[in-house]
């Protein structure tokens, strides 16, 4: 399985992004899916995750602000982050997992699969 995030970079306070995954050597449809990030001060962080049935759970800090979906025809996961702060600025990773609960669905340690990673940096 290799991930691969792209549509990071440097936007100012109040901005948007949208962040891409890339998936191949999976069927991806049998896949859950998750966004997380990382800060070197703190610990990794579970953002969004979408299930097999495309149910999706999000962290309360970017709850009404962010957005997870997939294209399993195009093996794409998304993430449109809106109205972004100097907080969202951190290492984001997608990372897959052949199945996960709903209550999991934003627990690293449940995804065996992992991308190398897009920076997203907020300026205030």
Known sequence: VQLMESGGGSVQSGGSLRLSCEASGVKWSSYCMAWFRKVPTREREGVAGIA?????????????RFTISRNNAKNTLYL???????????????????????????????????????QVTVSS
């Open 52 to 64: 097999r049935d495309g149910a999706t759970r999000y962290a309360d800090s970017v709850k009404g």
């Open 80 to 118: 449109q982050m809106d109205n972004l702060t100097p907080e969202d600025t951190a290492m984001y990773y997608c990372a897959a997992a052949q199945w996960t609960t709903y209550s999991d669905l934003i627990r690293s340690n449940k995804y065996p699969f992992w991308g190398q990673g897009t």
